[in-house]
């Protein structure tokens, strides 16, 4: 009996059907992930690079706007935009503007005020249009879905309770004189 299962098994290590498939199935599954990862990487890099120049674009107008006070809607607007690419930006862009006095300086406060699509609207917690020479800052929060929300890389993401991560563009500029 022992004899036998010796032969089956001394049978079984030499035979190499299978490896192939084996190996693919290994290499495959990585070069996936890799994959997704860039795809995922791709995206948040041109959202990111759209949303920066969106809101430049805003923080100029509203500079060299002089005379007209920029509200809440007026400045979404403007950035939504500019930022084509980004889907659902009306409702899940939040925006905050500080006026900061520099020989004082003050930050806007470390947790960004986010929101997306799905939670309730709610009262924005500090927009603020500044006077002529005030040094301003704006903090635009984007949340958005990833692509591939179970990639590492997605995973690493600082993600809400519905799935959506957040991306975070800060500008600081001075109020032209009207």
């Known amino acids: 009996m022992t004899t036998r299962l010796k032969n089956l098994l001394s049978r079984f290590r030499k035979d ?41 674009v805003a923080v100029r107008d509203i500079r060299l706007n002089t005379g007209q006070t920029p509200t809440f809607e007026s400045v979404r607007a403007t950035i939504c935009e500019e930022a084509r690419i980004i889907d659902g930006c009306e409702s899940n862009l939040m925006l905050e503007m500080k006026q900061v006095d520099p020989t004082n300086f003050t930050p806007l406060p470390a947790v960004p005020d986010c929101i997306n699509a799905q939670e309730e609207p ?23 879905n990833p ?18 991560a957040k991306m975070i563009v800060n500008s600081a500029f001075v109020q032209e004189p009207r």
Request: hydrophobic share 50%; net charge negative.
């Open 16 to 56: 190499e059907t299978g490896s192939a498939t084996v190996e693919f199935v290994l290499h495959f599954s990585v070069l996936v992930t890799i994959l997704a990862a860039s795809v995922e990487l791709s995206n948040i890099n041109i959202r990111h690079a759209m949303l920066e120049r969106a809101v430049d």
């Open 122 to 144: 709610r009262p924005v917690r500090d927009f603020v249009a500044g006077q002529d020479n005030d040094l301003m800052l704006i903090r635009a929060c984007l949340k958005y």
């Open 147 to 164: 692509i591939f929300p179970s990639t590492p890389l997605a995973l690493a993401l600082d993600m809400d309770e519905n799935g959506y």
